[in-house]
Every structure is written in C-alpha cells, then in structure tokens.
C-alpha cells in the first residue's frame, strides 16, 4: 500500500504557457513557476540555461547564444525545444534521476491543432511521463478560479495569458462555446514598443514594455491621479541611450487595440451563447484569470462594455495550473473534463 502512495505522490499537472511555465505536484502544490524561456548555444546546441537565468538573456545575448521562448502566441513554435524545457523543469522537481514515471495532466490552448495535440503529448512522453492527459486551459482555469463547472448553469471564464485570450462558457463538465484569439500579454508589450516608438521615436526592448505595463498599465481610467513613469530606451534620431516619462494614459492609447480585441472575443463569444445560459451569466458574471487579470482597470472596462458583473479570480496568475491540479488530485472524480485519448 504505502508503496503505492509514494507512487502517487508523483503525479503533476504542467501549465505550459507562453509567458510561464507553472509545475504542480500532486500532494505539494505548485512546486514551479518559471520562464518559458531557453538559452541555447547556437554552435553545439547545448542548453546554456533555461527560465529565469534564460529570461535574463533575452536582448542581451552574444552572436553564439541565442534565448528563444519557444511557444509562440500559445502554439508550440519549436518543438525540441520545448520538450526539452518540459524535460528540464520535469527533472528539476523529481530531484530523483530514478523516479516513479508520473501521470502527467497539461494545459493547452482550446483552440490547438490535433498535430500540436499530439506534440504535447508526445514531448510529454519524451520528459518521461507514464500517461499523458490533456485539459483545455479555459476549462482548468474555471476549475482553478472555483467556477462549479459540472452542475448545469453557464461558467464563463475569460483567461488572459501571456499568447493567447481565451473566452469560454462552460456548464456540465464540457465546454459549450470558446473562442481563442493571440492576443495576450505579449501583443500588449509589443503594442507598448510600438507606441513608444512612433509617439517618441524611442526603441525600447521586451522587459522595459512589461515593465512599463506592470507599472503604469490600465485599461481603463481609474480617476486617481496619473500614474508616471520614467522609461529608458535608444533614440532613434541621435543613436544614443536616452530617458523619457510617460504617463498612464500614454500607455492606454497604447495598449487599447489589444484590449478591444480581447472585448470583442467576449462579446462574440457571448453571441454565440445559447439562451438558457444567458440567462445564467446574467446572474453569475464573468471570471477572468490568467496574468491579464492583474491589468489595471480591466474588470471595470469589462463592465462598462458587457454590463456583467466581473470577477478577478483571486490567484489568477496560478488558476490553469492550480485547475490542472485539481485534476491530479481529484483524477477519479474529474477525469471527464479531460481531453480523450485520441485513437491513434
């Protein structure tokens, strides 16, 4: 028996996002949280470093190191590499070389290909799982955000990731009508490049734009004093390193492209939503989650265009992989919200 335990104690769930990779073990929680970032070496392909050590390098690497985030708008982009960063951080929390092979649950976009389907799965096996089991991000992020998606009323969640915006109603278990779109928190840093770049001609790189978002990001206005910043950059006339301040609404223009996007997936997604379960929306609201979440504003500028109430789920960042976990601890009683083995 107890060797059957300690067996079971191995099992985890895996969020592999664009942003973050998250890893939960089952009987311990979320054991990681770390970049989906690797560095390579581009001569003999060996890993330099992957996550946080790897973020570090991004815009800052030598011509024979090359950093690259290998899921792309919530798509596998290179799958190598990505089963080698699964593998690495898989390796990372079974301290063990000799462990038990685990079950392994992963969270993927709703929207994916059965190729990348397969890929996942596949990279999963290459890390050394015993089984693979896949859930839809949407649907685990409900979980996670304690939405009950097995009795019969309409769940919505929103979850902003960091390549994807995903909107799903939800009700008994399945998922009814979703909608994914590439925009998420890295469209929203590059809209900030973008906008710093024409407004001011300054080039500033990735980290300063989430930094600036993370700062001074909103998506609405908040009727507070303007927050400012001072950002730091390359000015494209003179070639030379320079400072300039912007304040929150500068960053709002900015950034409002990306979030309309994101509106217009909920309310098509609304649209397309049978009526009984309107109904229920009406009263239960909408759940965001993701990192999205944490934007300034954003449930404010979500009730001001759909008229629902709006809640930020309490560990948003966490809800996919806190889901998926759910799922490993609860494998018996929730196994059917998982994907099923496609026939091969």
């Known amino acids: ?83 080698r960063m699964l593998r690495y951080f898989i390796q990372k929390v079974h301290r063990r070389r000799h462990f038990a092979k685990p079950r392994i649950v992963v969270a993927v976009p709703s929207g994916i290909t059965p190729v990348e389907h397969r890929a996942v799965k596949e990279a999963g096996y290459q890390a050394g799982a015993r089984r693979v089991y896949i859930i839809e991000e949407p649907m685990a992020a409900a979980i996670g955000a304690g939405l009950p998606v097995h009795e019969a009323t309409g769940n919505m969640v929103v979850d902003i990731g960091g390549g994807t915006t995903e909107v799903a109603i939800i009700s008994v278990g399945g998922i009814v ?39 001074i990001g909103s998506a609405y206005p908040t009727g507070e004093e303007e927050l400012r910043a001072e950002v730091r950059g390359r000015d494209l006339v003179s070639g030379m390193p320079k400072t300039i301040v912007l304040s929150e609404s500068d960053v709002r223009q900015g950034i409002d492209e990306s979030i309309t996007a994101i509106i217009d997936a909920v309310r098509t997604t609304l ?31 979500l009730l001001h265009e759909t008229g629902m109430p709006i809640h930020i789920a309490e560990n948003a960042i966490d809800s996919v992989v806190v ?11 929730l196994h059917q919200v998982l994907v099923p083995e496609r026939r091969r």
């Not at 779109?181 to 929203?188: C, F, H, N, Q």
């Not at 024409?198 to 978002?213: D, N, V, Y």
């Not at 109904?279 to 965001?288: H, T």
């Open 1 to 83: 028996m107890s060797n059957n335990l300690a067996f079971l104690g191995r099992d985890m769930a895996v969020d592999l996002g664009t942003a973050n990779t998250l890893v939960y073990v089952r009987g311990r929680g979320i054991v990681l949280n770390e970049p989906s970032v690797v560095a390579l070496d581009n001569s003999t392909g060996r890993l330099v470093a992957v996550g946080i050590e790897a973020k570090r390098m991004i815009g800052r690497t030598p011509a024979n190191i090359s950093a690259i985030r290998p899921l792309k708008d919530g798509v596998i982009a290179d799958f190598e590499t990505t089963e």
């Open 177 to 215: 009508t979703s909608q994914t779109i590439p925009v998420g928190g890295d469209k929203i840093d590059n809209a900030i490049m973008t906008f710093v770049k024409k407004e001011h001609s300054l080039m500033i790189g990735e980290r300063t734009a989430e930094e600036l978002k993370m700062a």
């Open 271 to 301: 649209d397309k939503c049978p009526p009984e379960l309107s109904g229920d929306l009406m009263d239960r609201g909408i759940a965001v989650t993701g990192g999205g979440a944490l934007l300034r504003g954003i449930d404010e500028r």
């Open 323 to 333: 889901g998926s976990g759910i799922c490993v601890e609860n494998y018996e009683r």
